[in-house]
């Protein structure tokens, strides 16, 4: 018997256009491409007879296990999403999608853009808008000061920038 593991909360359903676009390729690959080089690979190895030591068998199966598993994920998720793609009527504060300039006690500046949970893996700038960062500086305008809670104690950001395009 398993340990309870309580349910994840629910991401944050927003996404940009190229977030999406993103996700859609990956479920098109999926569905068109892998899953039917995988189904005749697992169709070939079954052939070739016992399938209890069969490793290639076993490995196939695995794998399209996997994809299934992802293009269910995917299909699911993207019925929820919500594309999010203009800018904000008030562009001098932090909205989904902004591009933001921060600045630590340190004078360190970091640059983050602002995207949501299905996305932030895409490039080292973006954060979720589900982080405890991006939480913080959500709706906050230049110059307010954020305090965000790290597992390395709390971090005092300044706002310095707030664009809704790539910083140069």
């Not at 994920?73 to 793609?85: G, H, M, P």
């Not at 230049?142 to 971090?155: A, F, L, M, T």
């Amino acid at each position: 018997m398993g340990r309870y593991r309580p349910p994840s909360p629910k991401s944050s359903h927003y996404i940009t256009p190229e977030g999406k676009q993103k996700l859609v390729d990956e479920f098109d690959y999926l569905w068109r491409t892998k899953r039917p080089e995988v189904t005749r690979a697992l169709s070939e190895a079954a052939a070739e007879g016992d399938r209890s030591e069969n490793a290639e068998y076993i490995y196939r199966k695995k794998e399209l296990r996997e994809i299934d598993r992802r293009v269910r994920y995917l299909s699911k998720r993207l019925d929820e999403l919500i594309v999010v793609d203009r800018s904000p009527d008030n562009e001098k504060q932090v909205f989904f999608g902004a591009w933001v300039a921060l600045e630590n006690e340190s004078a360190e500046v970091v640059r983050y853009r602002i995207v949501g949970p299905d996305e932030f893996d895409v490039d080292p700038l973006y954060i979720s808008m589900d982080s405890p960062v991006a939480r913080a500086v959500l709706r906050k305008h230049e110059g307010d000061e954020v305090v965000v809670v790290s597992p390395k104690g709390e971090i005092i950001y300044s706002i310095l920038e707030i664009r809704y395009t790539p910083f140069d």
